[in-house]
């Protein structure tokens, strides 16, 4: 996940490969409920890992369910065997439900039902959530459920139930409060409909209809078909009994599969694959946004479907404008807003009043944002139509503001599309977490453009100048990639001398194919491994640091590493520390930085830094060795130590890293296309 104070796009040109979207929160919790309360064992692929997941499966063990494995385990299945409808006479159990609206309502109800001696609680902000209408509702069943706390919230008592006074009288819920009370008692009642009908009535407009759907579909998988009359009454036939399907595969999320369906029919197709390939969702999902697919071809995309997945490419392009009422697709709809801006003409997307009632006034929002980007929009009370920038130079470079709304930080990343080849950036990106945590990796999986598009920062400068602290906090600050191009030569000095060759120009062609043939791995924490081992500590000593500067000076060592470093250069960016970064390895870089600081300085902080990771050093001791390597690295012939005609120079002899930290991102923030007034790293901490 990106924590930055923004995440800036680079142009993007292709996308191509497949993306497997995780399984969707309300879909994840109500199957685990079912099969608890299921005969038999359902094997469930694809389940959300999530808090609210988490509070689920917790409540279920508690309540005698058997779930293998015990948690979430990525690419594996989870099986829980169910209760097959009743809990054990005297079950009881105190459940902490944390902030899951998906687990507390439902289980209520269910508990209900069942009967036994449980305590409903979660975190405080879920004791201040109502639930009072499903409470009565279960009330007049006979069901016994007292409140611990505030009437009408929870935490909540359930006790032993007494069904005498049923009748076959409908069972009357509100619908136009949260759609969760609806979905608990159709959850529930199955239990309870053995030997009669029972009915459901809902009282007042029903909201929120395709959650129930999806509530219904999961049942029918379940062996329960509710008979639906128009939304107003649910009558769960006599003889009813939940059976476990044996398998069941979660399914994505279909409005976060928006983006990808949305990036399909946008790019161009990367050479070697055949458009985006979804894996999480298929066009018969149980999820009404699935119908953005048929709005999507409808303005050119081509797209194909199997069980659970997608794949999708540019069909028409330009793509071809459209007038449509997205009643139905609210979430989704905000993705087609942003194709418009590839569509030829003005769309027109009606009926979406909801929109301005969402996480931000997601009409206002969208309007402002797109017109950033130099679109013309026209905004009303519920619609609004866009007619995309007339030309490829009326394009703007836009910092989009996402209003802490996941959905419009996801859907302005297609923007980096532009046929400007403009950045985008996108501020706050942390907002997708809400959803989709990982979705910038995601799209970063499937998306390529050419190199030199991608931006490096480069950070060269002699031994113990700072450039390595530097980079690591620059590269941080902008969510880039960071390349420590000492580290390969450490780590051929270690390989080489392990391997009892003489660093000596005579072995420099078996050192490099050595060094060629081992296995590097840099792992997110900033650890090293060689073969698997971890070498972190090793190549950091100062021998190592003299190793590399001796094996550096072959050009032979130095040929061999260049595939390697350029490997580095990845979406969305990278910083890249070490000695001829930007004369050498990355010549066209935008920024390239030069450190310096006097060898009495460096000598310094490089015997704090020994000490404080618990190494010997001695000051005079490293005094010289700095002016040794200093002075090979920039006598010898292959790519000296020097700063590139272009560098910006940096003196770090005095200042503190944070300022020198400060003015590479000043520097890069003034060689950005966007406005002034845009977030900076400095201005947001
Ligand atoms: O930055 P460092 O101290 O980890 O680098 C170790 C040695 O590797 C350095 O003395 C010279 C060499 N080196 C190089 O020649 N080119 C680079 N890009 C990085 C390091």
């Given at each position: 996940?990106?924590?930055?104070?923004?995440?800036?796009?680079?142009?993007?040109?292709?996308?191509?490969?497949?993306?497997?979207?995780?399984?969707?929160?309300?879909?994840?919790?109500?199957?685990?409920l079912?099969?608890?309360?299921?005969?038999?064992?359902?094997?469930?692929?694809?389940?959300?890992?999530?808090?609210?997941?988490?509070?689920?499966?917790?409540?279920?063990?508690?309540?005698?369910?058997?779930?293998?494995?015990?948690?979430?385990?990525?690419?594996?299945p989870?099986?829980?065997?169910?209760?097959?409808?009743?809990?054990?006479?005297?079950?009881?159990?105190?459940?902490?439900?944390?902030?899951?609206?998906?687990?507390?309502?439902?289980?209520?109800?269910?508990?209900?039902?069942?009967?036994?001696?449980?305590?409903?609680?979660?975190?405080?902000?879920?004791?201040?959530?109502?639930?009072?209408?499903?409470?009565?509702?279960?009330?007049?069943?006979?069901?016994?459920?007292?409140?611990?706390?505030?009437?009408?919230?929870?935490?909540?008592?359930?006790?032993?139930?007494?069904?005498?006074?049923?009748?076959?009288?409908?069972?009357?819920?509100?619908?136009?409060?949260?759609?969760?009370?609806?979905?608990?008692?159709?959850?529930?009642?199955?239990?309870?409909?053995?030997?009669?009908?029972?009915?459901?009535?809902?009282?007042?407009?029903?909201?929120?209809?395709?959650?129930?759907?999806i509530?219904?579909?999961?049942?029918?998988?379940?062996?329960?078909?509710?008979?639906?009359?128009?939304?107003?009454?649910f009558?769960?036939?006599?003889?009813?009994?939940?059976?476990?399907?044996?398998?069941?595969?979660?399914?994505?999320?279909?409005?976060?599969?928006?983006?990808?369906?949305?990036?399909?029919a946008?790019?161009?197709?990367?050479?070697?694959?055949?458009?985006?390939?979804?894996?999480?969702?298929?066009?018969?999902?149980?999820?009404?946004?699935?119908?953005?697919?048929?709005?999507?071809?409808?303005?050119?995309?081509?797209?194909?479907?199997?069980?659970?997945?997608?794949?999708?490419?540019?069909?028409?392009?330009?793509?071809?404008?459209?007038?449509?009422?997205?009643?139905?697709?609210?979430?989704?709809?905000?993705?087609?807003?942003v194709?418009?801006?590839?569509?030829?003409?003005?769309?027109?997307?009606?009926?979406?009043?909801?929109?301005?009632?969402?996480?931000?006034?997601?009409?206002?929002?969208?309007?402002?944002?797109?017109?950033?980007?130099?679109?013309?929009?026209?905004e009303?009370?519920?619609?609004?139509?866009?007619?995309?920038?007339?030309a490829?130079?009326?394009?703007k470079?836009?910092s989009?503001?996402?209003?802490?709304?996941?959905?419009?930080?996801?859907?302005?990343?297609?923007?980096?599309?532009?046929?400007?080849?403009?950045p985008?950036?996108?501020?706050?990106?942390?907002?997708?977490?809400?959803?989709?945590?990982?979705?910038?990796?995601?799209?970063f999986?499937?998306?390529?453009?050419?190199?030199?598009?991608?931006?490096?920062?480069?950070?060269?400068?002699?031994?113990?100048?700072?450039?390595?602290?530097?980079?690591?906090?620059?590269?941080?600050?902008?969510?880039?990639?960071?390349?420590?191009?000492?580290?390969?030569?450490?780590?051929?000095?270690?390989?080489?001398?392990?391997?009892?060759?003489?660093?000596?120009?005579?072995?420099?062609?078996?050192i490099?194919?050595?060094?060629?043939?081992?296995?590097?791995?840099?792992?997110?924490?900033?650890?090293?491994?060689?073969?698997?081992?971890?070498?972190?500590?090793?190549?950091?000593?100062?021998?190592?640091?003299?190793?590399?500067?001796?094996?550096?000076?072959?050009?032979?060592?130095?040929?061999?590493?260049?595939?390697?470093?350029?490997?580095?250069?990845?979406?969305?960016?990278?910083?890249?520390?070490?000695?001829?970064?930007?004369?050498?390895?990355?010549?066209?870089?935008?920024?390239?930085?030069?450190?310096?600081?006097?060898?009495?300085?460096?000598?310094?902080?490089?015997?704090?830094?020994?000490?404080?990771?618990?190494?010997?050093?001695?000051?005079?001791?490293?005094?010289?060795?700095?002016?040794a390597?200093?002075?090979?690295?920039?006598?010898?012939?292959?790519?000296?130590?020097?700063?590139?005609?272009?560098?910006?120079?940096?003196?770090?002899?005095?200042?503190?890293?944070?300022?020198?930290?400060?003015?590479?991102?000043?520097?890069?923030?003034?060689?950005?296309?966007?406005?002034?007034?845009?977030?900076?790293?400095?201005?947001?901490?």
């Amino acid at each position: 996940m990106f924590r930055t104070a923004f995440l800036d796009l680079p142009p993007l040109a292709t996308a191509g490969g497949t993306v497997h979207l995780p399984g969707s929160k309300s879909i994840s919790n109500r199957v685990l409920l079912l099969a608890a309360l299921s005969q038999g064992t359902t094997t469930i692929h694809d389940l959300l890992d999530s808090d609210d997941t988490r509070v689920m499966l917790a409540g279920l063990q508690q309540l005698g369910c058997r779930i293998q494995p015990a948690a979430v385990t990525p690419g594996q299945p989870i099986a829980v065997t169910g209760i097959g409808g009743q809990l054990p006479a005297g079950t009881a159990a105190t459940l902490f439900l944390g902030n899951a609206g998906t687990a507390m309502r439902p289980l209520t109800a269910a508990l209900a039902v069942l009967g036994g001696n449980f305590e409903m609680t979660g975190v405080p902000r879920m004791h201040e959530r109502p639930i009072g209408d499903l409470v009565d509702a279960l009330r007049q069943l006979g069901c016994s459920i007292d409140y611990l706390g505030n009437p009408g919230f929870p935490p909540l008592q359930i006790g032993q139930p007494d069904f005498s006074q049923l009748s076959t009288q409908a069972i009357p819920v509100r619908g136009d409060v949260s759609s969760q009370f609806l979905t608990a008692l159709l959850m529930a009642l199955p239990l309870l409909a053995t030997d009669r009908d029972i009915t459901i009535e809902v009282v007042g407009e029903l909201i929120s209809k395709p959650y129930i759907h999806i509530t219904l579909a999961l049942l029918a998988r379940f062996g329960i078909a509710v008979k639906n009359e128009d939304w107003q009454r649910f009558v769960i036939p006599a003889g009813s009994r939940y059976q476990s399907p044996g398998d069941i595969h979660v399914e994505a999320d279909a409005s976060s599969a928006s983006y990808f369906i949305a990036l399909g029919a946008i790019a161009a197709n990367t050479a070697g694959h055949n458009g985006v390939k979804i894996l999480g969702v298929g066009q018969d999902s149980i999820q009404g946004d699935i119908r953005f697919v048929e709005a999507t071809r409808s303005m050119g995309a081509q797209v194909d479907s199997g069980p659970n997945w997608l794949q999708v490419s540019r069909g028409a392009w330009p793509l071809k404008a459209i007038d449509l009422d997205c009643n139905h697709i609210p979430d989704a709809a905000m993705t087609l807003a942003v194709m418009a801006l590839y569509a030829e003409g003005t769309t027109r997307l009606t009926n979406i009043a909801s929109w301005r009632v969402k996480e931000t006034d997601r009409i206002a929002a969208m309007a402002t944002e797109l017109r950033k980007l130099g679109a013309t929009v026209e905004e009303g009370a519920d619609y609004i139509c866009i007619t995309p920038p007339a030309a490829a130079a009326a394009w703007k470079a836009g910092s989009i503001h996402t209003y802490d709304d996941h959905r419009v930080a996801m859907c302005f990343s297609l923007a980096a599309f532009n046929p400007a080849g403009l950045p985008v950036r996108i501020e706050d990106p942390q907002c997708v977490a809400k959803t989709f945590p990982d979705y910038f990796e995601a799209l970063f999986s499937v998306c390529d453009t050419a190199n030199a598009r991608i931006p490096v920062i480069c950070i060269d400068g002699t031994s113990g100048s700072g450039k390595g602290t530097i980079a690591a906090q620059v590269a941080e600050a902008l969510g880039y990639h960071l390349l420590d191009s000492g580290a390969l030569y450490r780590i051929t000095g270690l390989v080489a001398t392990r391997a009892g060759l003489a660093l000596e120009a005579a072995n420099a062609e078996r050192i490099a194919t050595l060094m060629a043939e081992q296995r590097l791995e840099f792992t997110a924490d900033q650890r090293v491994l060689v073969n698997g081992e971890d070498v972190s500590l090793a190549i950091r000593s100062e021998t190592a640091g003299m190793h590399a500067s001796q094996v550096s000076a072959f050009p032979a060592v130095r040929a061999a590493l260049v595939d390697m470093q350029h490997a580095f250069r990845a979406l969305p960016g990278l910083v890249a520390d070490g000695r001829d970064m930007g004369t050498e390895i990355f010549p066209d870089a935008p920024l390239k930085v030069y450190l310096t600081a006097s060898v009495q300085c460096r000598a310094e902080r490089r015997y704090k830094q020994l000490i404080s990771k618990g190494l010997s050093a001695n000051m005079d001791a490293l005094f010289a060795d700095l002016e040794a390597r200093d002075a090979r690295d920039t006598q010898r012939a292959a790519a000296p130590l020097k700063p590139a005609e272009d560098a910006m120079r940096l003196d770090n002899s005095c200042g503190t890293i944070d300022e020198a930290v400060q003015q590479v991102l000043n520097w890069w923030a003034q060689r950005q296309p966007f406005a002034q007034g845009a977030t900076t790293p400095g201005a947001s901490q």
